[in-house]
């Protein structure tokens, strides 16, 4: 055989996407879905989804871009942007809308469905790629790198081979527990106390029930509930609340009275019909999952929710599985340009030579395996860091922007990041943004809280001294309360 090929588990977004990387670069590609095939009118019914709205940016498109700059167009055509935050306060009647930055920058709300369909007809567009759709992977062998799946039609077991085996099975993937049984990996998971449920909140005179430039919160401090536009109009809006919350909400009364109490500006919004659809719709669990390695051999791969299963409150699980496809396809060409480069004796490898036409086929099982040993060198530290951050942006999402100092310390962050753009970067800018690695953010990020809090902890030294010179006899009360705010300011810094 004169190309490599993959098996890929998984026709969710990320492992569509790494489908149609594989076949760009002239792999012979296999993919395995388990579900039926969405696009089709007969099978979308039948589809239960977890969740319909996501949020992607530049991580994301990035990857795509990169696969072709024509499917980033289509993608884009399904997006609507968001420019920021819509904070509604409780009581329903004020509103303030935080700028993700000064330049502009936008998240784009996509749905899920449709996002996963435009991807998967790119995947159906190069002819070495084969779809089974309601394919379900019963096991594989990571070893012998082959792969066992039942046709759900019609009941019968398919046994394949392949070079490479790649999991993009999302957060429950059997690819894992393979992994896990054919190599040391170390594996961390933890539910959070909290669960989610989404509600369609309808387009009003058909138009958007709320303002579409942005991403609208309602933060509760121990629940939220957040709202994502979509291109028909409506909001998908997600209700994150502890599981005894939930719990708490039996009756369609008991409901109408959380939302008079917590979100009244939405009852009428969602309409009853919508409201009542709490009860049907499934409150989905939150947990995060990280693992390390995400490799064996050469022969197998874990990717997406796979490796790296996280809480959504950075909307970037989809996001990093993106990025991981891209980050895979670099170290890929990287060894297919070494080979083509060490077959032409004497030739200097160009590594500035534009990645966008170069085929890897065929590697050999040890080119593929240094790809997969670079990609385990960063991709396991920098996904693991892009879930502790999604878990410290609930608390901020929830009750950060309901108070004070949090609100002038992301003010700050987001001033000097404007004033000295080599020197500071605000923290979404640089997750949501940016390329920067998530662990090189996550270090950026801790740095300048370090430095802010220098300065803040200056100035109030500062505005104390003047004021304990100026009105001496009321200068303890207001010391002691200064050094409150202090501590406050050092607690929430991480
Ligand atoms: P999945 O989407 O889970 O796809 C896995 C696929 O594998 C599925 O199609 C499944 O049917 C198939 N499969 C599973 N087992 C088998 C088997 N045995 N055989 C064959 N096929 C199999 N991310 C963002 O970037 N931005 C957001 O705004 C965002 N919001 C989110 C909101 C919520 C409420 C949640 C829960 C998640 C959110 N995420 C977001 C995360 C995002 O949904 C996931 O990171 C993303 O879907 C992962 O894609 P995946 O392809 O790895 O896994």
Redo the contacts with the bound molecule.
């Keep these: 055989m004169t190309v490599n090929n993959v098996i890929i ?9 790494a489908g149609c990387y594989f076949a760009k670069r002239g792999w012979d590609v296999s993919v ?4 039926a095939d969405t696009r089709l009118e007969k099978n979308r019914l039948k589809k239960k989804s ?2 319909i ?5 530049t ?2 498109l990035s990857a795509v871009e990169r696969l072709d700059p024509e499917l980033l167009k289509k993608v884009a055509s399904i997006t609507v942007p968001a420019y920021g935050r819509m904070v509604h306060e409780i009581g329903g009647k004020t509103v303030h809308a935080i700028r993700y930055s000064e330049n502009g920058d936008y ?1 784009s ?1 996509v749905n ?1 469905d449709i996002l ?1 369909q435009v991807l998967l007809t790119q995947l159906e567009t190069y002819k070495n790629v084969k779809v089974y759709f309601e ?4 096991t594989c062998d990571l070893k012998s790198k082959t792969a066992r ?1 039942r046709d759900l039609t019609t009941g019968e077991c398919i046994n394949t081979r392949a070079d490479l085996i790649i999991g ?8 894992r527990q393979r992994l896990q049984s054919s190599t040391r990996i170390n594996l961390e998971q933890k539910y959070i106390d909290h669960a ?1 449920c ?1 509600l369609l909140m309808q387009p009003k005179n058909n138009e958007f029930a709320l303002d579409p430039d942005y991403v609208h919160i309602w933060p509760r401090e121990t629940f939220l509930l957040l709202a ?1 536009p979509n291109i028909d109009k409506s909001f998908t809006c ?1 209700l ?1 609340m502890p599981l005894e919350t939930f719990d708490s909400i039996q009756t369609y009364d008991d409901l109408v009275h959380f939302f008079e109490k917590n979100f009244p500006d939405t009852i009428e919004l969602f309409g009853e019909e919508a409201l009542k659809r709490y009860f049907e719709n499934p409150k ?1 669990d ?1 947990f995060y999952i990280k693992t390390n390695p995400h490799h064996y051999s050469g022969n197998g791969l874990i ?10 409150f ?9 990025e991981d496809i891209e980050t895979l396809d670099v170290f890929l060409v990287e060894q297919a340009k070494m080979a083509s480069a060490a077959k032409v004796s004497g030739a200097n490898q160009d590594d500035d030579d534009d990645d966008d036409d170069v085929k890897t086929n065929k590697l050999t099982p040890q080119q593929i395996e240094a790809a997969l040993i670079k990609y385990s060198a960063c991709r396991p530290k920098d996904s693991a860091a892009m879930i502790d951050l999604a878990l410290y942006n609930y608390t901020e999402l929830r009750s950060g922007v309901n108070n004070p100092m949090v609100t002038v310390k992301i003010f700050m962050e987001r001033k000097l990041s404007y004033w000295f753009p080599n020197l500071f970067c605000h923290l979404y800018s640089m997750v949501s943004f940016s390329k920067l690695s998530y662990s090189e953010a996550t270090r950026r990020w801790k740095e300048q809280n370090r430095m802010i809090n220098s300065i803040i902890m200056t100035s109030i030294g500062l505005s104390a001294t003047v004021l304990g010179l100026g009105v001496l006899k009321i200068s303890g009360p207001r010391l002691s309360q200064t050094t409150e705010l202090l501590k406050l300011f050092n607690s929430k810094s991480m």
């Design positions: 588990v998984g026709g969710g977004l990320v492992g569509a996407l395995y879905e388990k579900r977890k969740s709205n996501l949020s992607i940016s991580r994301g998240t709300a899920r996963n394919h379900k992977l019963e799946f993009a099975d999302g957060a429950y993937s059997k690819v989610y989404e994502l997600t994150f989905g939150l990717v997406g929710d796979a490796a790296h299963c996280t809480v959504p950075y909307a970037q699980g989809m996001n990093c599985g993106f």
